[in-house]
C-alpha cells in the first residue's frame, strides 16, 4: 500500500470498536484535515475499512461509498491556509466552526452517494416535507448524558414554542432515539411530522439505539443519514445536546443560522 495512503482506524476493530456513525464521521474528516494540513495536499488514498464496524454486516470491506461519494469522483482543491477542526468541536459552540474552509471537505468527502439521495427524494415525497416550513426539534438522549450535558424536555420544547410564536404555520420536525422525546412532544404540538418507519426509537436507557438494537444497523444508518442531511435544510434546528451530529447539522449546512442550543 502507497506510504501516502491516510488509513483510519476509528470505529473498527483496532480503535473504537463501539463508534457511532457520526463519530466515525466525525474523526474520519479530522484525520483528512489534519493530513491536509501537514502535507499542504489532499490525501491521495484513504483507507478506511476499519470504520463503520457496527453498520458491516459480515463483510470487511470499505462500506464508505454505500454513504459517500467516492472522493475520485469529486474536484480537489490546492492548499491554501491551514484549517482548523478536531472531531473535539462537536462540544464548542458550532458558531466557532471553520465554515468557510471545511466545506469544501464536505463536498469532497461527505456528499451522499446516489442511494443515500434516493433516500431523501423518497423521505421529501413520503412526508411531504417543505423545508422553508419546518422547524426540527431534535433530541439525542440515553448515554448521550456520559459525554455531555443533556437539555431538559421542557427546554427543547419552550424554544419550539417561541419558534412557534413568531412562525405560526411552522411544522415541527421530531426526532430522538428517546421514545420519550417523541411522544411527549407528540402531545405538544399539532403541526408535526416523525419518521416512523426509517428510524428507531427506544425507551430511555444507557446504551444507543445501534448498540441495544444492533439488528439492520447497516440499513438504519443509511436512512439516518439521509435523515442528517434533511435536518441540515430545514429552516430552524433546536436540539437538546451539543454532539456529532448537531455539528454535521451545521456542516452540512454550512453555518449556524437558526441553530438553536
Known sequence: MSTNTLIIQHGGAKVSPGSGFFSCCSVRLYHIVTYFNKNEYLPPIIDSSEQFLLYKEKTRDDITYSYFKHYDETEDFPYET???????????PHMALDYKNIQKFMEKY?????????????LQEKYNLDYNNICVLFYRGNDKKTETKLKSYDEVIEHGKKILEKDPN?????QSDEREFVETCENVFEN???????????????????????????????????????????????TGS???????VCLYRGNNNEFYF
Open 82 to 92: 491551514k484549517v482548523d477542526f478536531h472531531h473535539y468541536h462537536q462540544f464548542k
Open 170 to 174: 411552522i411544522r415541527f420536525l421530531i
Open 242 to 248: 451539543m454532539g456529532n451530529i448537531p455539528m454535521f
Open 110 to 122: 461527505f456528499s451522499p452517494s446516489v442511494e443515500i439521495e434516493g433516500k431523501i427524494i423518497e
Open 192 to 238: 408535526k411530522v416523525v419518521f416512523k418507519d426509517e428510524i428507531r426509537t427506544m425507551a430511555k436507557r444507557n446504551s444507543s439505539v445501534d448498540k441495544y438494537n444492533a439488528k439492520n444497523n447497516y440499513h438504519y444508518s443509511k436512512y439516518f443519514l439521509a435523515i442528517v442531511i434533511i435536518m441540515s435544510k430545514c429552516k430552524y434546528f433546536v
